[in-house]
């Protein structure tokens, strides 16, 4: 059973645009959301991640939202770029364990 | 900067056989992981290891064994093929439970 869902599974926008996905996590063993990114061909790569005792945390265009009330949180890719064309995953850790589960992954596609 | 290296890229299994997927880092990290990606489903954890000699299953463990007889190498065995374990394979390593994980650029696995 997954544990994060994650929404949506394919992204088109258009250059200059602003692409969010969107995460939702059942129980964790310690706040710790990262996002990863993963070009065609290669292995995930961390991007941003987030230790919630803030609400967001912004490092260039990229951005995590988190509430932590709702078991949610968020990435916001500003000023979308071709090159952000890539396969995002969220990943939170499972309750029992210490291990990070990861979200099926969302395609995200910028037109130029 | 070799970070995670795994080998071979591709292979071509028939049911039945059996093969390793081997993973090394040259990174010291203690924490070491195995995941497959499916389309769809994102990245799944298989098996993984806090330290040399201690292992633990993930999510997905069946028809998978693994072993950790030193800090760089977690090599992941199939014992008798199956088509449905078709996949991209992902060898991760990290500092910590929590810390950023390192991908390799993946195995690619196809059974007949």
């Known amino acids: 059973q997954q544990q994060v869902k994650q929404s949506p599974q394919s992204l088109i926008v258009q250059k200059g645009g602003i692409s969010i996905i969107n995460c939702a996590y059942e129980n964790t063993a310690f706040d710790y959301f990262p996002w990863y990114q993963q070009f065609p061909g290669k292995g995930p790569a961390l991007l941003i991640a987030?230790?919630?005792?803030?609400s967001e945390k912004k490092e260039g265009r990229f951005t995590i939202s988190f509430n932590k009330s709702a078991k949610q949180f968020s990435l916001h890719i500003m000023d979308s770029q071709p090159g952000d064309s890539a396969t995002y995953f969220c990943?939170?850790?499972?309750?029992?364990?210490?291990?990070?589960?990861f979200g099926a992954g969302t395609i995200l596609r910028v037109k130029s | 900067n070799a970070g995670v290296t795994q080998t071979p890229k591709f292979q071509v299994l028939k049911t039945g056989q059996s093969m390793t997927l081997q993973c090394a880092q040259d990174m010291n990290h203690e924490y070491m992981s195995w995941y497959r990606q499916d389309p769809g489903m994102g990245l799944r954890l298989i098996h993984y290891s806090v330290g040399a000699g201690i292992t633990d299953q993930g999510e997905v463990p069946n028809g998978y064994n693994v072993s950790r007889s030193t800090t760089e190498d977690f090599p992941l065995r199939l014992l008798s093929a199956a088509p449905s374990q078709t996949s991209v394979y992902f060898c991760?390593?990290?500092?910590?439970?929590?810390?950023?994980?390192?991908f390799g650029e993946g195995s690619r696995l196809t059974v007949l």
């Open positions: 990943a939170a850790p499972v309750k029992y364990g210490n291990k990070l589960v």
């Open positions: 987030i230790r919630p005792d803030v």
């Open positions: 991760a390593s990290s500092r910590g439970t929590t810390g950023e994980l390192f």
